[in-house]
């Protein structure tokens, strides 16, 4: 790519950087050695960090070699909040976070070939440096006016809680993992999110005092919405990119729920998408908003590229199965529990060969009584598991029950609700 820097702020990917020029003459030099640190805050990586790691992948496709680091020392301090002090995890856990984030990294990384990504634990040198080194050879190099302005330890030290000394003392750290990996590596710029600007800027700063080099860093903005609200929360939290934590199915879904005005910049940010391709797709939501193209695009590519086309295959089969496009049968438990996850349910199991079609179709708010039921059922307006109807006797038996004890209706074409068998 002959313009690295130019398709990233094409993309949206560039906000701040210390340097663009400069950064853009050194990356058309030749290879370059950059980083990004990841923080084991919790058991995974969500879409913020995606977008970290999309701008990563696009450098090294350029030719470019990451390194990946994941923060097993920064992650037992905590970087200052906004809303207050971080809970500290034991070490135990943390390590425990560790492995689950370098496993999730190296799923989205190339580490083969010329430009091999590089995966490093800050933990390695911090836990061998001493108080006195960390005070001698590093603090002197810091000056609290600097350290004070930062936004986060501003806010912090005007609230009525203030900030520990443990919490402030973090932005050294992370100045000391862009020296260390300056040193081992020749790593001579740093990626982040754009709240990590001042801690960015002190790691460059902290060569240039101690080696007398030009690092250089460079931000991505913090995603948002059209209407300016953060993006990124579903109703159980954070989108985070493992499946036990939200369901490839759930995953797929939020990225297919994307406003019609948001879809395009998106598309951007987390695919690979090229230029031509999202043009074609900018007109299809300006001429056929109603087939969703460009979101099915967005939500097939991020959830292939974070779970695997197996789980992508597996979700769009659940979707097809759920109306009635699909073989419900052929969904295993997994899948089919995320997908009807949030549908209507009655609050009581049902009883095999005693609950009837009427009494789900009422028990979960489907109908309103039973008279209304039994007219769904009458009018041919009733399903199980996408089958129609026509008895409002009709018994639920254990040949009905789908993985995981699952059974599925619905009134019409749209309106579905699930029940599950006792055991």
């Not at 991505?220 to 609200?229: C, F, L, N, V, Y």
Request: hydrophobic share 40%; proline share 3%; net charge negative.
């Amino acid at each position: 790519m002959s313009d690295i820097i130019e398709e990233l702020r094409w993309r949206g990917l560039i906000e701040q950087s210390s340097d663009l020029d400069a950064i853009r003459a050194q990356l058309a030099q030749g290879p370059v050695t950059f980083y990004c640190g990841f923080d084991p805050t919790a058991p995974s990586l969500h879409h913020g960090h995606l977008v970290q790691l999309l701008l990563m992948r696009h450098l090294q496709r350029a030719g470019h070699r990451p390194i990946a680091l994941v923060g097993g020392a920064t992650g037992l301090i905590g970087d200052p909040r906004m809303s207050g002090e971080r809970q500290l995890h034991s070490k135990d856990v943390v390590a425990q976070w560790v492995t689950k984030l370098r496993d999730q990294i190296g799923q989205l990384l190339d580490f083969n070939g010329d430009n091999a990504a590089i995966m490093v634990n800050n933990l390695d040198w911090t836990s061998q440096l001493s108080a006195i080194d960390f005070l001698r050879d590093l603090g002197k190099h810091f000056r609290m006016g600097t350290m004070l302005g930062k936004e986060a330890v501003a806010r912090r030290l005007s609230s009525s809680e203030g900030i520990s000394y443990t919490e402030f003392s973090y932005q050294v750290l992370q100045a000391n993992d862009f020296l260390e990996l300056y040193r081992r590596y020749g790593c001579l710029l740093e990626t982040g999110g754009n709240d990590q600007w001042g801690n960015l800027v002190g790691g460059m700063e902290l060569i240039h005092k101690t080696e007398g080099a030009q690092a250089h860093c460079m931000t991505t903005p913090i995603i948002t919405k059209s209407d300016g609200t953060k993006f990124g929360k579903s109703e159980g939290g954070a989108i985070w990119l493992n499946p036990e934590m939200m369901s490839p199915y759930a995953f797929y879904q939020f990225w297919l729920g994307t406003e019609d005005a948001d879809v395009i910049r998106l598309l951007k940010i987390f695919t690979f998408r090229d230029r031509d391709e999202i043009a074609r797709l900018e007109q299809a939501v300006a001429e056929r908003p109603f087939a969703r193209e460009a979101q099915k695009v967005l939500a097939a590519d991020v959830t292939e590229m974070v779970h695997g086309q197996s789980a992508l295959e597996n979700v769009l089969a659940a979707t097809e199965a759920l109306w009635g496009r699909g073989e419900l049968s052929t969904l295993d438990a997994e899948t089919l529990g995320a997908a009807v996850a949030d549908l209507p349910a009655p609050a009581e199991p049902v009883e095999l060969g005693e609950t009837t079609i009427v009494d789900v179709l009422v028990a979960s708010g489907l109908v309103k009584s039973r008279r209304e039921a039994r007219q769904t059922v009458n009018s041919g307006g009733a399903y199980l598991n996408n089958v129609k109807v026509d008895d409002e006797a009709r018994v639920i038996t254990s040949d009905d029950l789908l993985a995981g004890g699952w059974v599925l209706f619905r009134r019409g074409k749209r309106n579905l609700g699930v029940a599950r068998a006792e055991g």
